[in-house]
Nanobody, 129 residues
Framework: VQLQASGGGSVQPGDSLRLSCVAS????????VAWFRQAPGKEREPVAC???????YYVDSVKGRFTISRVDGENTVYLQMDSLRPEDTAVYYC????????????????????????WGKGTLVTVSS
């Protein structure tokens, strides 16, 4: 399984970006993605998670601003980020696993991410005026 995250960039506060996570080598009907981010000097934190078996969940700080979605029949999951803030600046990663994973738990407990077997290289998002 390979994951590729892309779409990062430098934007101003209030702008939008859409990140993409493309997976290969995993069955489409089992595909789910969790997005994480790591800001300079901080620990990695969950951002949003989608899995067919568990639904969609967001961390409180991005609710109402970020939207995770998938195009039916594709192994691409998007993270639409609107109303970006300087505190959203981080390297964003997507992760998945060949087995169903509990999105609700991953969002509420960052340590649960250790159970995800596959991680993509990060994409940098910088929000600054």
């Amino acid at each position: 399984v390979q994951l590729q995250a892309s779409g990062g960039g430098s934007v101003q506060p209030g702008d939008s970006l859409r990140l993409s996570c493309v997976a290969s080598g995993i069955a489409r009907d089992r595909y789910g993605v969790a997005w994480f981010r790591q800001a300079p000097g901080k620990e990695r934190e969950p951002v949003a998670c989608w899995h067919k078996s568990d639904g969609i969940y967001y961390v409180d700080s991005v609710k109402g601003r970020f939207t995770i979605s998938r195009v039916d029949g594709e192994n691409t999951v998007y993270l639409q980020m609107d109303s970006l803030r300087p505190e959203d600046t981080a390297v964003y990663y997507c992760a998945t696993d060949a087995s169903p994973f509990p999105c609700k738990l991953i969002i509420s407990n960052a340590a649960a991410a250790r159970g995800l077997a596959y991680w993509g290289k990060g994409t940098l998002v910088t929000v600054s005026s």
